[in-house]
């Protein structure tokens, strides 16, 4: 018989060592995870076994609902190991006890378990052996499965994400495409700074071109300061920013000292002048953009930020969770050599893997097209599961999660 004892106020420390070492390590099971979500309540919950050890935690978000209920959500979690059954039961029979005081209507959760995992280029539906198993564990604590859901709208965390793990030849087994792009933005003298709150500005700026043109909303700078100051140990942007003025007065150097060889040339040194010719086409090419672009700007002063990250490393784990890019500054190639350099940054510090969030799980999008030039891993997790709390109120409880789903990009 399993000696179990349930706890809703862990301590901080305690909490976030058991979550960072254990397997389903997750950002959004952090302690302070809660303190990101404002509009929500929490309690950190977990489970002791007769030793005293902990061997389960759950952030859990509270939602406030009209008439006075509520919703609890478990991002990504809890965390706990699902296959130890009376644990498992333990810990949902005593959250149900708690939720009904709460007059939750239902428990929503999403556990970090990964249903498949593949390269992205071969894409398949071969899940892993135990997906039914634990599909079935869950229903004998009255889940309801919402099932293999494929959009990410579908559901509050995306059921498919693009992930690179950290390998010796992660680095080696770029594309050659994507190698060739970030010579590109070399070529462009494209150089990339690392900060916290003093980017910030310059970060939103580029969020917000981001959101002009793609029509959506994602975060604004109150928000970017929040996970930054919430996590000031492992929050991070990335910056690529650029010199016009300095690349400007590079080219038209170049064309200087092109036009001098070009006049020192012998006449019959044909190959050598068709040589230099090539170099001064690229390079009156080069001067037409940055000229153009100079003009188009109205205080090019110094750095340039072009392209932005902002991400947050979590125990062996690094989440990219918002990037944004000046447009113009297309051509530059900025995202490919920035998000390099985040992986760098993370499997520095010892991370796993750094995800660059959320796919379609059809893989035919603009999003896993461009994170495709990583080589990436795509997870495929096992999805949503609701428990009913209040019964005769499921119902209803499902029309009102659709409703919060829909405000809640927004929170």
């Not at 280029?121 to 052996?129: A, H, L």
């Not at 604590?141 to 994400?161: E, L, N």
């Not at 490919?336 to 760098?344: A, L, Q, S, T």
Request: charged letters at 30%.
């Amino acid at each position: 018989m399993h000696v179990y004892h349930f706890e809703v106020n862990i301590d901080k420390k305690e909490f976030n060592e058991f979550v960072q070492n254990h397997p389903y390590c997750n950002l959004l099971q952090s302690y302070q995870w809660a303190d990101v979500k404002e509009n929500w309540d929490h309690i950190h919950t977990g489970v002791y076994d007769e030793n005293h050890q902990l061997v389960a935690t759950g952030l859990v978000l509270i939602k406030r609902l009209p008439l006075g209920f509520t919703m609890f959500y478990l991002p990504r979690g809890p965390i706990m190991d699902y296959k130890n059954k009376p644990l498992l039961k333990y810990y949902f029979s005593e959250l149900k006890r708690i939720a009904k005081k709460r007059h939750c209507l239902f428990i929503k959760f999403d556990p970090a378990i990964h249903v498949n995992d593949y390269k992205s280029n071969e894409y398949n539906e071969n899940r892993y052996s135990d997906t039914q198993e634990y599909i079935e564990l869950f229903k004998e604590i009255g889940a309801y499965h919402h099932g293999f859901t494929m959009q990410i709208s579908d559901t509050v965390q995306p059921r498919f994400q693009s992930n690179v793990y950290n390998t010796e030849e992660w680095l080696t087994n770029l594309p050659k495409h994507t190698k060739r792009l970030i010579k590109d933005a070399d070529k462009r003298n494209v150089k990339i700074i690392t900060g916290q709150l003093e980017l910030v500005d310059q970060f939103s700026r580029l969020v917000e071109m981001t959101e002009e043109r793609k029509g959506v909303a994602l975060r604004n700078k109150d928000y970017f300061e929040l996970l930054l100051k919430t996590y000031p140990q492992g929050g991070v942007i990335f910056l690529a920013v650029c010199n016009l003025k300095e690349l400007s007065k590079g080219v038209h150097e170049r064309k200087e000292i092109l036009e001098k060889e070009m006049e020192n040339t012998p006449e019959n040194a044909k190959k050598k002048i068709r040589k230099l010719q090539d170099q001064m086409n690229s390079t009156l090419k080069d001067i037409k953009e940055f000229d153009e672009m100079l003009q188009n700007m109205e205080h090019p002063q110094g750095d340039i930020a072009i392209a932005g990250i902002l991400s947050i490393q979590f125990g062996s784990t690094c989440e990219m969770l918002y990037a944004g890019m000046d447009e113009r500054f297309k051509k530059f190639m900025p995202q490919y050599k920035e998000y390099v350099e985040n992986f760098k940054w993370a499997f520095d510090r010892g991370c796993t893997w750094s995800n660059m969030g959320g796919v379609e799980g059809t893989l035919d999008d603009g999003l896993t097209k461009f994170k495709d030039n990583f080589n990436p891993m795509i997870n495929e997790f096992i999805g949503e599961f609701d428990i009913p709390v209040n019964k005769m109120l499921f119902k209803l409880s499902e029309k009102a999660y659709e409703m919060i789903k829909k405000r809640n990009s927004s929170e």
